[in-house]
C-alpha cells in the first residue's frame, strides 16, 4: 500500500473528522496535529494580516487575510500531494517525511508576512529583514518548533530552509521547492482565485483548477512540476490569469498610488530621523513583524504627525480619503526609452529622480511642489518568476509551454514586469489640475538626461 495515501491529512480528504471553511464555500479538513499550528500565535497573527493591503483602497471588498489564504494553501497542497502520489517517479522521490515537510511549509508559508510586506520589501531598506527571516523567528521558536518536532517528525529548521528564496540556485529539496513556488505552485493556484473572488473581479478565477491538479506530472529529471498536455491549457489559462490579475488589480494606477504613498511616507520618516533601535522609528521598524496591520497603522499614523508625511498617512488611513493623482504613465511599448531609463532602479535614486523633476516643474511653471508632493512609482528592482513550464507530450516528449502557446511565448519573451508594470508620476491631488497641459515627459526627460 502507498505509503503516502496514509498520512493521515491526505485520508481526510476523504473522511475528514474536523473541517475549517473557507470562503467560496470550501471546506479544508483539519487533523488534531494541524490545528494546533493553526490555533499556535504565530499562525493566528495571520488573522490581523490583510492579504492584500492597499488594494482595498480600489476594491473594498479585498480585506481577506493571510490566514483564510494559508488555509487555502494547504488545502492545495493535500490535492497536489493526493495526485502525485500516484505517479511512482514521486514516490520514489519523495519519503512520508519529507510529505509532511511540504504540508507543514505550505501551511506555515507565509507565518512570517508583516503588514503591507511586499510593498516595504520592493523599497529594499539597508538593514531591514524580509519576511523570510521574520518567518524564521517564529518558526524556531519553542511553541512551533517543538509541535513541529513531536506532531510531525520535522526540524523547524528544515521548514525555513524550504520557504528561504535564498537557496533557490541549488535547493536542498528541488522538487518540494517547485510545489510551493513556481509557475504552477500550491501558493498561485490560491491567491489567483481567492484575490479575485474578493476584489469581485473574474479575472484569477478562469482557469480550471481541477484540471490542473489532475494533470500534474513530473520533468524527465524529476526535479520540478510539468503539466500533460491534457492539461496544458488549464496551466495557459492560469498563467494569462496572473498576468491580468497583475495589470488589473494588483498594479492598478490607484493601487500603485496609494502605495507609492506610504513607500513615500515610510521612505521619509526613515530619512529624517537617524533610526536607531532606540529611536521611535527604529523601535517602530523592529517591531512591525510582531503587528497587527491596525496596529501598524496607528503607530505610523502616531509618528508621521507633524511631519511633511502626514498629508501622506492621512490620505490613506485618514478619516478623509485622499489618494494622490497621476500626471504621466509610461508603458514600455509607448514609452519604451522613459520605461527602460526608469524601471527597476534602486528606491532611492526613485526619490531623487522625483526631487529633481519637482524642483525642474516648479522653475519651469512657477507651481511650488514640494518633494513630498510628487512620487515616481515604477517596477521594482525584482523580477516576478518566469514562465517555464514543460508539457508531457502524447508521445512522451517534454516541450515548453511557451513553444506551443503564442500567449505564453509573448509573455515569456517580453518580459512579464515590462508589460503590466507601468512608471508613473503621482502628485498630490490639487496638483493635478494645475499641471494639466504641461509637458511632464519633456520635464522628465530632462532630468533623466
Not at 166 to 190: A, E, M
Not at 267 to 289: A, D, Q
Not at 355 to 374: A, G, N, W
Request: proline share 6%; charged share 20%.
Amino acid at each position: 500500500m502507498n505509503p503516502l495515501l496514509q498520512i493521515p491529512e491526505l485520508q481526510s480528504l476523504q473522511s475528514p473528522s474536523s473541517l475549517v471553511r473557507i470562503p467560496q464555500e470550501i471546506d479544508v479538513p483539519v487533523t488534531d496535529r494541524v490545528m494546533r499550528l493553526v490555533d499556535s500565535a504565530a499562525f493566528r497573527r495571520l488573522a490581523r494580516v490583510s492579504q492584500l493591503g492597499l488594494v482595498a483602497t480600489v476594491y473594498p471588498g479585498a480585506t481577506h487575510t493571510r490566514f483564510e489564504h494559508s488555509l487555502g494553501v494547504y488545502r492545495n497542497a493535500l490535492l497536489y500531494l493526493q495526485r502525485l502520489a500516484t505517479i511512482p517517479e514521486f514516490q520514489q522521490q519523495v519519503s512520508v517525511d519529507h510529505a509532511h515537510l511540504f504540508l507543514v511549509s505550505a501551511l506555515l508559508h507565509d507565518v512570517g508576512h508583516f503588514p503591507f510586506c511586499h510593498l516595504i520589501e520592493d523599497m529594499q531598506i539597508p538593514g531591514m529583514q524580509r519576511h523570510e527571516a521574520m518567518a524564521s523567528l517564529f518558526l524556531e521558536s519553542d511553541s512551533i518548533a517543538q509541535l513541529l518536532l513531536q506532531d510531525w517528525g520535522v526540524q523547524a529548521k528544515d521548514v525555513c530552509e524550504l520557504l528561504s528564496p535564498f537557496n533557490k540556485k541549488q535547493p536542498r529539496y528541488p522538487l518540494l521547492s517547485s510545489l510551493l513556488s513556481g509557475p504552477i505552485d500550491v501558493d498561485k493556484l490560491d491567491y489567483l482565485d481567492r484575490d479575485s473572488l474578493h476584489a469581485g473581479v473574474p479575472y484569477g478565477r478562469n482557469f480550471d483548477r481541477s484540471r490542473l491538479i489532475s494533470q500534474l506530472c513530473l520533468t524527465p529529471a524529476g526535479q520540478s512540476l510539468a503539466i500533460t498536455e491534457k492539461g496544458r491549457t488549464a496551466a495557459e489559462m492560469m498563467v494569462f490569469a496572473r498576468y491580468v490579475m497583475f495589470s488589473e488589480v494588483y498594479w492598478h494606477h490607484t493601487v500603485r498610488a496609494a502605495t507609492a504613498m506610504l513607500q513615500r511616507a515610510i521612505w521619509g520618516l526613515l530619512s529624517e530621523e537617524e533610526s536607531t533601535v532606540e529611536s521611535p522609528m527604529g523601535h517602530f521598524v523592529n517591531e512591525w513583524g510582531k503587528l497587527s496591520e491596525q496596529a501598524f497603522i496607528g503607530r505610523l499614523r502616531t509618528l508621521a504627525r507633524n511631519t511633511p508625511h502626514a498629508d501622506l498617512v492621512e490620505g490613506l488611513f485618514g478619516d478623509h480619503r485622499s489618494i494622490y493623482k497621476c500626471v504621466g504613465e509610461y508603458h514600455c511599448q509607448e514609452s519604451p526609452a522613459l520605461h527602460t531609463a526608469i524601471a527597476r532602479r534602486p528606491y532611492s535614486d526613485l526619490q531623487d529622480l522625483a526631487y529633481r523633476l519637482s524642483e525642474k516643474i516648479t522653475r519651469e511653471t512657477c507651481i511650488d511642489i514640494q518633494p513630498h508632493e510628487l512620487i515616481i512609482d515604477a517596477p521594482p528592482p525584482k523580477l516576478e518568476v518566469q514562465f517555464k513550464i514543460e508539457v508531457r507530450q502524447s508521445s512522451g516528449k517534454f516541450v515548453q509551454l511557451g513553444d506551443l502557446s503564442p500567449v505564453i511565448q509573448t509573455l515569456t519573451t517580453q518580459q512579464f514586469d515590462n508589460l503590466v508594470k507601468r512608471v508613473r508620476i503621482f502628485v498630490k491631488p490639487e496638483l493635478r489640475k494645475q499641471l494639466e497641459n504641461r509637458p511632464i515627459q519633456e520635464y522628465l526627460s530632462s532630468v533623466l538626461n
